[in-house]
C-alpha cells in the first residue's frame, strides 16, 4: 500500500500524480552543484546572526509564493517553476559574500545551466531567471508575476515576531509582526 494511501486522505494514483509533477524539482535539489553552492552559503553563514539563506528559507520562499498565486488565481505559472525559482533565487549568496556581486545576478547565472539539466524548457526558464532577478525589487515596482510573488515571499518567509535583532535589521518594520502566509 503507498504511503498516501495507508493515511487515508490521498490515493496512491493521486500521491504519484503530485510526486510527478515535482519531478524535477526534487531532480534540482539532488543536482550536486546546487548541493555545493548551499553548503558553501551554510559554511559562510555559520555565525550570521540574521536570516540565513539555507534549504529551509528556499523551502519557505516556494510554499509562500505557491500559495499567494494560487490565491491571486494565477494559472499560468507551473507549481514547478515557482518552486525551482525559489528554491534557486538565493544560490548566488555564497558569491556576494566573496566578491560582492549583487546575489540576484549571481543567482540566475548560476541558476540557468541547472535549469537546463532538469530539462526546464526556455520559455520557463527566462521566467524563473527573470522571477531570480527580480526578487530583491520592490513589489510595487512593476516586476513580472513570479518576480512580485518572490519579492513579497522573502519578506514573509521570515519570523520577525521573535527575532532578537529587529532594532537592527535593515528589513524590519512592524508590519513584518504580522503573519500573512
Ligand atoms: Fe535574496
Ligand atoms: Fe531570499
Known amino acids: ?3 498516501g494511501e495507508s493515511q487515508g486522505f490521498c490515493s496512491s494514483w493521486e500521491w504519484d500524480n503530485i510526486l510527478h509533477s515535482m ?4 531532480q534540482l535539489l539532488e543536482h550536486e552543484d546546487y548541493i555545493s553552492y548551499m553548503e558553501k552559503i551554510d559554511g559562510l553563514e555559520k555565525e550570521r546572526r540574521f536570516c ?13 509564493a505557491y500559495a499567494y498565486l494560487l490565491e491571486k488565481g494565477e494559472l499560468l505559472l507551473s507549481k514547478e517553476s515557482i518552486y525551482a ?7 548566488g549568496r555564497w558569491v556576494e559574500y566573496e566578491t560582492g556581486e ?13 535549469l537546463e539539466v532538469c530539462r526546464f524548457n526556455s520559455d ?3 521566467v524563473i531567471l527573470n522571477g531570480i532577478l527580480e526578487h530583491r525589487r520592490h513589489p510595487e515596482d512593476n516586476l513580472t508575476t513570479l518576480g512580485e510573488a518572490l519579492a513579497l515571499a522573502d519578506d514573509w518567509a521570515r519570523d520577525c515576531r ?13 508590519t513584518m509582526n504580522q503573519v500573512m502566509y
Do not use: W
Not at 540565513?52 to 509562500?64: P, Q, S, W, Y
Open 52 to 64: 540565513k539563506h539555507g534549504f529551509e528559507h528556499g523551502l519557505n520562499v516556494a510554499r509562500i
Open 1 to 3: 500500500m503507498a504511503l
Open 23 to 26: 519531478t524535477r524539482v526534487n
Open 124 to 126: 520557463d526558464i527566462q
Open 102 to 114: 549583487d546575489h540576484a545576478v549571481a543567482s540566475a547565472r548560476l541558476a540557468l545551466p541547472l
Open 85 to 91: 525559482a525559489a528554491f534557486l533565487h538565493d544560490i
Open 162 to 174: 521573535h527575532c532578537s535583532l529587529q532594532d537592527l535589521c535593515y528589513k524590519y518594520n512592524q
